[in-house]
């Protein structure tokens, strides 16, 4: 099943025809977990700069809504230390779309290759959801970290997706505001 994801998310169409989109595949358990660990520390070290007194005056009124993150991050840091991964959430593997940091449509191209990634893994009933805390430490981690354990510095991570056979199944999606379309015929 997964060599049938990975094959969906390769034939996704990209900009220009370019094909620049690489992908890399993390299935060991310890290597899925330092990636959950690193995320956590990314945002964690975010939280303790802005929790500072003169900084969180000044920030704080400036972007409000970057504030209402710090309990989640507080959150998952505790019950990861407790041995519960909130990021990756048990996931048995996890699949990274990249590109070369300056790929024009890399972001684009990535996100093309997630989704039919995605479809597929729900194809083959496989639960899945995208990696976004991943990601977003990826970007803001000055170390690169997460580049530097899966081998692929000097890169940017656009996208991911978590993988795993559920233990359960639900008849319905999640439940979804009215579609929002806007015909013009």
Do not use: W
Request: charge should be positive; include cysteine.
């Amino acid at each position: 099943m997964l060599q049938r994801i990975i094959e969906a998310a390769h034939r996704a169409p990209t900009a220009t025809n370019a094909q620049e989109v690489k992908m890399v595949l993390v299935t060991r358990p310890e290597t899925l977990k330092e990636i959950s660990r690193i995320t956590i520390g990314t945002f964690m070290s975010i939280v303790h700069a802005v929790e500072n007194p003169l900084l969180k005056m000044i920030l704080k009124p400036l972007m409000p809504s970057s504030y209402r993150y710090i309990p989640v991050f507080k959150q998952l840091q505790e019950e990861f230390d407790k041995g519960n991964d909130g990021i990756l959430r048990g996931a048995a593997a996890a699949l990274f779309f990249y590109t070369g940091s300056k790929e024009r449509f890399g972001c684009q191209d990535c996100n093309l290759a997630y989704q039919n990634a995605s479809l597929m893994a729900e194809a083959c009933g496989v639960s899945q959801f995208y990696t976004g805390f991943v990601c977003s430490a990826a970007g803001m981690n000055r170390k690169k970290e997460l580049q530097k354990l899966l081998g692929i510095e000097g890169c940017t991570i656009h996208a991911g997706i978590a993988l795993g056979m559920p233990s359960f199944h639900f008849d319905k999606y999640i439940d979804k505001k009215d579609v929002v379309l806007k015909r013009i015929d």
